[in-house]
Structure formats: structure tokens, C-alpha cells
């Protein structure tokens, strides 16, 4: 069987130096402070193996309790403040960028799309939970 996988792209630049960015991208403690892609919804935990084959995991709820995942998935490719690559549970592979720009530090995520919702639906998902992390980051550290 011969299908194209679609991947999409999100990203933003945040207002702080990638040190930090990178710090509160991989770290469990800030992970559950910006992972969710709208107000209704948190990670009320997560763990993380930052290395090649290490494993991460955040669990992704309903405030209301009606709804959760665990969102998992396998290193591939570490570099310290500079990219990761991991495959998600679904074998979905996800790439995550960290430069830095002018001002800040640019973050750009590209992932393969998966079947059940929409490109639309699952990049502006993406992008809010990027969203979420930006305003997060800004938020502790810009002065």
C-alpha cells in the first residue's frame, strides 16, 4: 500500500533564550503547567526520559473528568537546545525544533497527521497547546 503521510507545522517565537525555553519544554513540573490546548483541559502529570530511547509520557484530561489520554511516546534524536525527535504510542513521528531569533527563541513542531480528526482541527490543536507554552514560558521568566 502506497500513501503519502501528511505532516504539519506549527510555531512561535518566544520572548526568552532557548536555555529556558528548552528547560520548560522537557521538564515535567513546567510540562504541567502549559500542556493543554484549551482552559477545559490539563496535564495533571508527566514524566520524561530526555535521552534516545527514553520514554515521556503526559497525562492529558478534562478538567470536568469526562475525557483523558495519555499522550506517550520514544525518543529518537536528542540535541541539547536544538531539536528532538520522538515517535508517538501510534508510531506517528513528531519533530521539535528550538533556534534562536532575534528577540527570542523560535519553536517549530512538525508532525505527522493522523486519520481520525482533520489537518485543520489537529494543527490549530497543536498550535494551542504551542500557544499555551509560549504564554507560559513569558510568563515565568520575561521581566
Known amino acids: 500500500m502506497n500513501h503519502t503521510t501528511t505532516t504539519?507545522?506549527?510555531?512561535?517565537?518566544v520572548s526568552v533564550p532557548v536555555e529556558k525555553v528548552w528547560k520548560a519544554w522537557t521538564t515535567p513540573e513546567d510540562i504541567t503547567q502549559w500542556n493543554q490546548a484549551s482552559e477545559d483541559w490539563h496535564t495533571p502529570n508527566s514524566t520524561n526520559d530526555l535521552r534516545v530511547g527514553g520514554k515521556f509520557t503526559s497525562r492529558m484530561?478534562?478538567?470536568?473528568?469526562?475525557?483523558?489520554?495519555?499522550?506517550?511516546?520514544?525518543y529518537e534524536e536528542v540535541i541539547t537546545q536544538q531539536r528532538i525527535v520522538y515517535s508517538i504510542a501510534d508510531g506517528r513521528k513528531v519533530k521539535v525544533t528550538f533556534s534562536t531569533e532575534a528577540g527570542g527563541t523560535k519553536v517549530t513542531e512538525?508532525?505527522?497527521a493522523e486519520n481520525v480528526h482533520s489537518v485543520d482541527m489537529q494543527r490549530t490543536?497543536?498550535?494551542?497547546?504551542?500557544?499555551?507554552?509560549?504564554?507560559?514560558v513569558e510568563g515565568k521568566w520575561r521581566h
Do not use: R
Open 8 to 13: 504539519i507545522t506549527v510555531e512561535t517565537v
Open 125 to 136: 490543536g497543536w498550535q494551542a497547546i504551542l500557544d499555551s507554552f509560549k504564554k507560559h
Open 110 to 112: 512538525t508532525f505527522d
Open 61 to 74: 484530561e478534562a478538567k470536568d473528568g469526562s475525557a483523558g489520554f495519555d499522550f506517550e511516546g520514544i
